[in-house]
Each structure stands twice: as structure tokens, then as C-alpha cells.
């Protein structure tokens, strides 16, 4: 994996003769996913022999628009995810980054953002824990915000009703929850990763939605507090997040049947 260098595939005009937007994505990987129990940091799991991290770097470095992959590691362990990343080549079109996070998603990300090149206009920022979105699923992203979109998401249709109810805290924990409402399901998306942003609107963002408590966990939701606008495109059901251990089993399966069928390594 090569230092960050100008890519001139990236920097060349297109048909039109307006100049391509150089694209980059941020993933921040310094959390321990409690939620899959004790060991290893979540985006350093195994996943068919090779850590989460690996496949969600690969993932972006698929896409042939990005250029440039920033991996935000735990704050101890940029040098420690450094090495470990070194041992899994990139194709040559795409540099990478390795640089210590914050003590929240919020803080990594905006570490991220500043350790990019300035010729970035186009970012993208992923969950390591989702390792096996398909490039199709980028390039879309990349190309609505291309297109003009400040900020874009892929996202699925929810297959279950959803209940809107009243949470039970403290003493009535585990309490039954009384329904408040029932949302129309047509309008409503289950939203995934990589998320696109134009790199001044992202900037913009992080600047002015202050730290609270654990910070925000959704980059296209700080963008709506500034007012500008947020559109959707399809996500796809392999774009799962790696949360419990079920998921685990799932991703592996997927994984399975890719190096089965596609060849994928």
C-alpha cells in the first residue's frame, strides 16, 4: 500500500471537459463492538480467516473512483492496524491512511476528515463493521453526489412494521413498553453505509454540530441540522452491519458463497 500520492486516473477531465472529483473514503474503526462480546476491537475480527477491517477496506478500494482509503484506528493502535493492513495489498490506484481516533465515532470521523488530501472533493464515510457492501452499491453513491447531491445515503426499504413506543428506564427497565404510534412503512428506509458527501458540506457539518455525549453515530443526519439536503439511493442486503454474533454467522455465508461463485478472496 503506497503513501498518499496524486492519482491521475482521478485527477483527468471528463468527456465534458469538466475536472473529475477526486473521491476518498473514511472508516472509522476505533470502537470495540461490545455488542459481539469480549476480545479483539469489532473491525478486527476474523471474517473467513481475515479481519472485518480488511474486507471493508477492500470494499472501498473496489470502486475505481476512490482513490484514497483513510482507516481511523484506535487511538493506541494507528501503528498496530497500520502494520496489520500492510500485509493485505491495495490495488495501486489506491493510497492509504492510518490515523489515531477520538473516544467517540464523531471525533474519528472528523480526524479523518482532516488528514485528507486537499485535492478531495468527494467523501465517503463507511462502518468497518459493514465489510461486504458491493461496489455497485459505492459507485451509486459516488456518482449522486457527483451529480450535484450535498449528501447521499443507500438505504432499504424496512420488511417489518415499526412501533414508535414509550421507553421504560431505570426501575421499569425491561418493563413492557406501551405503543405510542405506528409510522407508515413506505416512508421509511433502513440506511447503511458508505454514506456520500460533498467535502465542504461534511466539513461544514463537523464543525458546527457540537460533541454530545457519545456524539453522532449518523454523518447524513448531522448534515440535515445544517438544512441542506440528504437523498437516498438503493442500498443491498449484503451492506449489513456486523453487530451481533448472528451477523457474523450471516456474513460468513455470504462470504462463502462470494469465494464460491465470484472468486472473491
Known amino acids: 500500500m503506497s503513501d498518499v ?15 473529475r472529483l477526486r473521491t476518498a473514503a473514511v472508516i472509522p ?29 477492500r470494499a472501498m478500494a473496489a470502486s475505481r473512483a476512490v482513490s484514497v482509503v483513510v482507516v481511523v484506528a484506535p487511538p493506541d493502535g494507528a501503528t498496530e492496524v497500520r502494520n496489520l493492513l500492510d500485509q493485505y495489498p491495495l490495488p495501486e ?17 472528523r480526524r479523518g476528515l482532516e488528514a485528507l488530501p486537499e485535492a478531495i472533493d468527494v467523501v465517503l464515510v463507511h462502518d468497518a463493521a459493514r465489510p461486504l457492501v458491493p461496489a455497485d452499491t459505492v459507485d451509486s453513491v459516488i456518482a ?21 413506543v414509550e421507553p421504560r ?52 443526519g448531522m448534515v440535515e441540522q445544517l438544512g441542506a439536503p440528504v437523498v437516498v439511493v438503493p442500498g443491498h442486503e449484503e451492506a449489513f452491519k456486523v453487530t451481533r454474533p448472528l451477523d457474523l454467522v450471516l456474513a460468513e455465508a455470504v462470504l462463502a458463497r462470494r469465494r464460491a461463485t465470484d472468486g472473491y478472496v
Not at 479483539?40 to 477496506?57: C, D, N, S, Y
Not at 449528501?151 to 415499526?162: G, I, K, N, S
Open 5 to 19: 500520492s496524486p492519482d491521475s486516473a482521478n485527477l483527468a477531465a471528463t468527456p465534458s471537459g469538466t475536472p
Open 144 to 164: 449522486a453526489v457527483r451529480d450535484g447531491a450535498p449528501a447521499v445515503v443507500p438505504a432499504l426499504p424496512l420488511a417489518d412494521t415499526v412501533k414508535q
Open 169 to 220: 428506564t431505570g426501575e421499569q427497565a425491561g418493563e413492557p413498553e406501551p405503543v405510542v404510534g405506528t409510522p407508515e412503512r413506505a416512508r421509511l428506509r433502513a440506511v447503511q453505509t458508505p454514506q456520500g458527501f460533498d467535502r465542504a458540506t461534511l466539513v461544514k457539518a463537523h464543525e458546527t454540530v457540537a460533541l454530545q455525549g457519545d456524539g453522532a453515530t449518523d454523518d447524513a
Open 93 to 109: 490506484r489506491t493510497d492509504l491512511l492510518v490515523v489515531p481516533g477520538g473516544e467517540t465515532r464523531q471525533e474519528s470521523v
Open 29 to 57: 474503526a476505533a470502537g470495540r463492538g461490545v455488542r459481539l462480546g469480549p476480545g479483539a476491537p469489532k473491525a478486527l475480527r476474523a471474517l473467513g480467516g481475515t479481519p472485518m477491517l480488511v474486507h471493508a477496506v
